[in-house]
């Protein structure tokens, strides 16, 4: 909701708000959703190698959380905006100053930043909480991600149409106020429950010196001869494992 709630409003409010014109406003949404999708990749790094995912999750969250705080009060505070200008070329509008754009443009990268440490953190803490060799859990695992996309997309169809709609009518301080709150309100939430959590240790190291490792090991053994009895290349017995279910999908 947080992100979709700022995203497909932003540059209504660039143009209106901070008098960009239409070519700059577009371009400044574009590199701020662009750095949105691509420091998940850093965040999941830092939680496989150093933090974890609940620290990482947590940290994060709390920046996201003051810069939702940051970004409410920059768009309530009337001395963090330009004056009102309802010239229709936006050339001719007084600009935002330098201060003004930092304290936007400063809070928006800081969200930007601190969602890759959520994005790709969240799912994979859930799934840390079930085990697959678990009968009970394996299906409960299945029913915690239904609802979590379930809660996913409903949250992005109230941004997309419910907060929208009170950005521009009601006023840009409840539009971003509401998502700042539900997300403090959420943060709570996780904390509370942080003594029933699995928590799974980071491994060390960087993942991808592990995966050049593979990659060097299966060079050096590919001319390796196979063992007669094939349960040697098997650390589980074939029961252990879970299959997956056969689907009419490509027939």
């Known amino acids: 909701m947080m992100f979709n709630g700022i995203a497909a409003n932003l540059i209504i409010y ?3 708000k901070l008098n960009q014109g239409t070519v700059t406003a577009s371009n400044n949404v574009t590199n701020w959703t662009g750095t949105v999708w691509i420091t998940p990749i850093f965040g999941a790094y830092v939680a496989d190698a150093h933090l974890g995912c609940y620290r990482t999750f947590f940290i994060s969250s709390l920046a996201s959380f003051m810069a939702m705080s940051l970004l409410t009060v920059a768009v309530s505070v009337p001395s963090l905006q330009p004056p009102p200008c309802l010239e229709p070329s936006k050339e001719n509008c007084q600009q935002a ?15 930007a930043v601190a969602t890759g440490g959520t994005k790709p953190n969240i799912s994979t803490m859930g799934a840390d909480q079930f085990d697959d060799f678990h009968p009970k859990e394996k299906s409960q695992k299945l029913s915690f991600f239904n609802w979590w996309m379930f809660s996913v997309f409903s949250g992005i169809l109230f941004a997309s149409t ?10 840009w301080s409840f539009g971003y106020g509401i998502p700042t709150i539900g997300l403090g309100v959420a943060i709570l939430i996780f904390v509370a429950g942080t003594p029933f959590y699995r928590h799974r240790l980071p491994s060390g190291g960087s993942p991808f010196i592990r995966m050049a490792r593979v990659i060097v090991a299966a060079a050096r053994n590919w001319r390796v001869p196979l063992p007669n009895d094939p349960n040697q ?7 252990q494992y879970s299959k997956i279910d056969f689907t009419p999908s490509f027939r």
């Open 233 to 239: 290349l098997y650390e589980l017995e074939v029961q």
């Open 14 to 16: 660039l143009t209106t």
């Open 162 to 171: 419910i907060l929208v709609y009170i950005q521009d009518n009601v006023g």
């Open 97 to 111: 100053s330098k201060l003004q754009l930092a304290v936007f443009f400063g809070s928006l990268y800081m969200l």
